[in-house]
């Protein structure tokens, strides 16, 4: 049988003093004598006294509970957001409670009430690919709860956004593609209505246009993960003219086009370059090793964190909102080695 949690009543009685006074001892209140202080304390180490976290939250409009809804929590990326997220949370004493949505927009309704009814502090999140409408997460802020987005981003939300600089991965990992020979680039894109995907096609379009070369839509293609990706790299490789490279919008995709490029014959990087983004785990046991973009998913998450608690400290919702970029870099491996002619 578990025995019962030790009060601030159970510690008064046993001393002879109010439960206010024990209460003011233990936060070291100069109100309250030295000795008292002292017997206070020692009382309460010795019967093990820990603060009702719950009666606490209730006095001072706090939880100390951050919520976190991401995509997936499979996914390396949002794995490493969220240590990141947990890290600086945890040192600053709040707790995360974490919600995935599996890219439903349904499930991401349920959860944002569910984080409001729970009396959340703020809200880091990443939203799902079927969210167009922002309807649920703008409750948040009518109930002053501040929101911090992350990767995927909209100017429909007044929060503050942290996120990779897209634009310029893509572009420098097409560019490497050019200067490794390729000139008929593939790209493997998300939803045309994310900021990522339109940040990277981007990228995309930019550095072709410095090497002159023509930008196609046909070699556009809407696909972004694993399982598509085989199908898709199957029907276009197959075919005699196919592109000499492609460029993936997440790690898992170039994952899926090298094994379906394997299934047809066809060699990495000899015949086809592959290059992903993100620098997740899978980049690194696919074979041939994935040349891709590290999208620093750790220090992200530790951005996003850093700039939910700034704003709970300031608690000033007319304090200007900010969006801040992370540098990104090429990890290049043996699925862009030099193409030989």
């Known amino acids: ?18 439960p206010s006074t024990v209460s003011r001892a233990l936060k070291d209140h100069p109100d309250i004598s030295y000795n008292t202080r002292k017997a206070v304390q020692e009382l309460a180490n010795i019967l093990g006294y820990k603060p009702n976290e719950v009666a606490l939250s209730l006095r001072t409009s706090q939880s100390k509970i951050i919520g976190v809804i991401v995509p997936e929590i499979v996914h390396h990326f949002f794995s490493s957001i969220i240590s990141g997220i947990e890290e600086v949370a945890n040192e600053a004493g709040y707790y995360i409670m974490i919600f995935q949505t599996n890219e439903s927009y349904k499930k991401e309704l349920v959860y944002s009430q569910t984080l409001i009814s729970s009396r959340i502090d703020g809200l880091i999140v990443s939203f799902s690919k079927e969210t167009t409408d922002f309807e649920h997460f703008k409750s948040f802020v009518k109930n002053t709860i501040p929101i911090v987005l992350f990767d995927r981003i909209t100017d429909e939300l007044e929060a503050d956004k942290v996120m990779s600089d897209d634009l310029k991965g893509a572009y420098m990992m097409v560019e490497h593609l050019i200067q490794q020979g390729c000139r008929h680039i593939a790209h493997f894109g998300s939803p045309n209505y994310l900021n990522i995907s339109q940040s990277r096609l981007q990228g995309y379009k930019n550095a072709l246009e410095k090497y002159q070369l023509p930008f196609d839509e046909n070699l556009v293609f809407k696909c972004d993960n694993y399982e598509d990706a085989i199908l898709l790299t199957h029907n276009i490789f197959s075919q005699k003219l196919h592109p000499d490279a492609l460029f993936a919008v997440n790690d898992l995709t170039a994952a899926g086009a090298i094994m379906a490029l394997r299934k047809l014959g066809i060699k990495v990087p000899e015949e086809v370059a592959v290059a992903g983004y993100t620098n997740a785990l899978v980049g690194k046991v696919v074979d041939p090793p994935l040349s891709t973009v590290d999208q620093h998913g750790f220090e992200m998450g530790r951005e996003a964190a850093r700039m939910l608690l700034h704003r709970l400290r300031k608690n000033k919702a007319d304090t200007p909102y900010e969006t801040r970029v992370i540098k990104t870099n090429l990890v290049l491996r043996d699925s862009t080695r030099k193409i030989k002619d």
């Open 1 to 18: 049988m578990r025995s019962r949690q030790i009060t601030i009543k159970d510690i008064a009685k046993r001393l002879g003093v109010s």
